[in-house]
């Protein structure tokens, strides 16, 4: 299945105030929103539909990422589950789907 997306954004004028989001039915109060399939939507459902939302704060991703346990980080939101220290991809381990430094996961889990 391959799902095809515009990055385009568009900017809505005040001649339409009926118009809405696609997915939460709300007015477009900023005046711009992102088109996917000929729909509007809010740039959190736009990024939602393509897999660019932060796991850590569920804000869009515009800049870079790290990916990790198949999911999307703002860099500075891929933290170890106990301290909450920054991690960095490859140096952190893994347990019931969270990420752990290496010297938190030892004490928890070593």
Not at 51 to 79: W, Y
Request: charged fraction near 25%; proline fraction near 5%; glycine fraction near 10%.
């Amino acid at each position: 299945m391959t799902l095809r997306f515009t990055t385009r954004r568009k900017d809505v004028g005040k001649a339409n105030p009926g118009f809405t989001r696609m997915e939460c039915r709300e007015p477009f109060h900023g005046g711009s929103f992102f088109e996917h399939e000929g729909q509007p939507y809010c740039e959190v459902h736009y990024h939602g539909k393509r897999g660019s939302l932060c796991a850590g704060c569920h804000k869009p991703i515009a800049g870079r990422c790290i990916t990790a346990m198949f999911r999307k980080f703002h860099p500075e939101h891929f933290v170890c589950a106990f301290c909450l220290r920054q991690l960095n991809k490859g140096t952190f381990k893994e347990q019931n789907d969270k990420p752990y430094c290496h010297t938190c996961f030892e004490k928890l889990f070593g």
